[in-house]
């Protein structure tokens, strides 16, 4: 019932738009989590360690990209959120929070079972749009229109870290939301008993 936005960002690799993002959520004091992969802790560990220091939850995203409804072996579906952790640590020193996203949203009940075994709170999104395709970005106009027109209370935002689009126009997007009346709050909240 509350004007009340949780912001998350998908990391599959650097590509030069996450410190702009970064930068938008310090201006707005808007906090999100990023759920990234392996690589990503290994190629930009200066943004993992960003996103720490500035507040921002970095979850876990696997390490390969797999589709994890696919993996029913416990093992196998464990060690790919252990390397993420195990990396996360190394580069920060801390323990990484237990919240974890499927690649594309592919999941299975006994995945949901397994990751709630190992601590994990499974993060969902009620609010995406297409994003993700590098060379085929939506236009500024087109993302608010998907971005503004489907806000409800409560959203949890789906974006892409990847997107040139998202990064010219968070800062635009933030503000309206604002204007709307919305406030940001992060996934934290969204556990709390």
């Known amino acids: 019932t509350q ?7 998908d990391c599959g ?3 030069g738009c996450t410190g702009k993002i970064l ?3 310090k201006k707005h004091q808007a906090t999100a989590a990023f759920f990234v992969v392996g690589n990503y802790i290994e190629t930009a560990p200066e943004l993992i360690c960003r996103m720490v220091e500035e507040g921002h939850i970095v979850g ?3 390490w390969s990209h ?7 072996d416990r093992e196998a579906f464990a060690q790919q959120l ?3 952790k195990d990396a996360y640590q190394a580069c920060t020193g801390q323990e990484m ?3 974890y996203r499927p690649p594309r949203g592919e999941f299975s009940q006994e995945n949901l079972e397994m990751a709630d075994e190992l601590g994990y709170q499974t993060v969902f999104w009620s609010l995406a749009y297409v994003d993700w395709l590098t060379d085929d970005q939506p236009t500024e106009e087109e993302a608010m229109e998907k971005l503004t027109s489907r806000i409800h209370n409560g959203a949890v935002v789906l974006l892409h870290n990847t997107s040139t689009t998202n990064a010219q126009v968070l800062d635009r997007l933030l503000t309206c939301w604002e204007e709307m009346g919305y406030t940001f709050r992060s996934i934290d909240a969204l556990a709390a008993p």
């Open 3 to 9: 004007k009340v936005i949780y912001l998350t960002f």
């Open 13 to 15: 690799y650097e590509n």
């Open 23 to 25: 930068d938008v959520l």
């Open 60 to 62: 876990n995203h696997t």
């Open 66 to 72: 797999p589709d994890m409804s696919a993996i029913s």
């Open 82 to 84: 252990q390397k993420v």
């Open 97 to 99: 929070p237990l919240y």
